[in-house]
């Protein structure tokens, strides 16, 4: 089993910083396929990143591309997204999934407000 937990969320000011980061409790993360979802009030999750195990990031939303950044920390065992420039449409419940061999696996989330 796989437990996931996110932190990092809080209030934020528009163009503010915020780095979400996700600890996984897992002696093999570094085989999972690590990806970031976010959902606003009312509306569908969205995928917005992920990182291969070999590292590669990607964002899946094109939304935050040249502002958010996915990176993962295979000797700790966490994930994070690094969040600039940020914008009031990026108020969301932020969560952290891991995907191996079929089986995937989702934190509780954590609550990203952005407002001045």
């Known amino acids: 089993q796989v437990q996931l937990v996110e932190s990092g969320g809080g209030l934020v000011q528009p163009g503010g910083s915020l780095r979400l980061a996700c600890a996984a409790s897992v002696f093999t993360f570094s085989s999972y396929v690590m990806r970031w979802y976010r959902q606003a009030p009312g509306k569908e999750r969205e995928l917005v990143a992920h990182i291969t195990r070999a590292g590669g990031p990607t964002n899946d939303a094109d939304s935050v591309k040249g502002r958010f950044t996915i990176s993962r920390d295979d000797a700790k065992n966490t994930l994070y997204l690094q969040m600039i420039s940020v914008k009031p449409e990026d108020t969301a419940v932020y969560y952290c999934?891991?995907?191996?061999?079929?089986?995937?696996?989702w934190g509780r989330g954590t609550q990203v407000t952005v407002s001045s």
């Open positions: 999934y891991a995907g191996r061999l079929g089986r995937s696996y």
